[in-house]
């Protein structure tokens, strides 16, 4: 009950402090590349529902019929603007409001696309007991993730290697999860950016 009354407050008050960064992020994509704003995906929430996660644009628009759901190293499909906004994770500030809706929350493990939640196993579906994060321990970790994927085998190294670790500090993560840990992670994604 505590985590949720203070993902409301934050998400609300992050939307409204940075309202003029979000309008500008509007503006220089709508300025850059044809297309909407904000990027719609679907992805696995708490208990296993689906929902639908928003992000700003960073690629161009037909990317999900010439590509595949995960962004490699090098990516073509990126925009201008969009390598940008991914190198601050300025791409990611939409999701405030999955958490002010209650879809997902500020800390917890990231949102996974449905195609690779259905690889999961009985013990990794643990992850999805919790609403999702914006940010964890594991993005924290695998901050430059794009960065290891690339060469012919990209999604076998993402299945074998990178998610079963990304899936092992979220179950970490959900095991001992407290406010107080929480605040932590939120401390140290803010340090990892600014690095």
């Known amino acids: 009950m505590?985590?949720?009354?203070?993902?409301?407050?934050?998400?609300?008050?992050?939307?409204?402090?940075?309202?003029?960064?979000l309008a500008l992020i509007a503006l220089a994509i709508r300025l850059d590349s044809a297309g909407p704003i904000f990027h719609r995906a679907v992805r696995v929430g708490r208990?296993?529902?689906?929902?639908?996660?928003?992000?700003?644009?960073?690629m161009v628009v037909n990317a999900t019929q010439i590509g595949p759901g995960i962004t490699i190293s090098g990516d073509p499909r990126v925009t201008r603007v969009g390598r940008l906004l991914?190198?601050?994770?300025l791409d990611e500030l939409p999701q405030l409001?999955?958490?002010?809706?209650?879809?997902?929350?500020?800390?917890g493990p990231r949102p996974e696309d449905p195609r690779y939640v259905a690889?999961?196993?009985?013990?990794?579906?643990e992850v999805l007991r919790v609403r999702p994060g914006i940010?964890?321990?594991?993005?924290?970790?695998?901050?430059?993730?794009?960065?290891?994927l690339s060469g012919e085998d990209w999604e076998r190294r993402?299945?074998?290697?990178?998610?079963?670790?990304?899936?092992?500090?979220d179950l970490e993560y959900v095991?001992?999860?407290?406010?107080?840990?929480?605040?932590?992670?939120?401390?140290?994604?803010?340090?990892?950016?600014?690095?």
């Open 135 to 148: 940010t964890s321990p594991a993005s924290v970790r695998f901050r430059n993730e794009e960065a290891l």
């Open 47 to 58: 208990n296993g529902c689906e929902f639908t996660l928003y992000k700003f644009r960073t």
């Open 175 to 195: 095991r001992h999860a407290s406010l107080h840990r929480d605040l932590a992670v939120l401390w140290e994604t803010l340090v990892a950016l600014l690095r």
């Open 86 to 89: 991914r190198r601050w994770k």
């Open 97 to 107: 409001l999955n958490v002010l809706r209650g879809e997902m929350s500020l800390v």
């Open 158 to 169: 993402y299945i074998e290697e990178i998610m079963p670790a990304k899936l092992a500090l």
């Open 119 to 125: 690889l999961y196993t009985t013990e990794q579906r």
């Open 2 to 21: 505590l985590k949720r009354l203070f993902d409301i407050t934050a998400s609300a008050l992050g939307l409204l402090i940075l309202a003029p960064l």
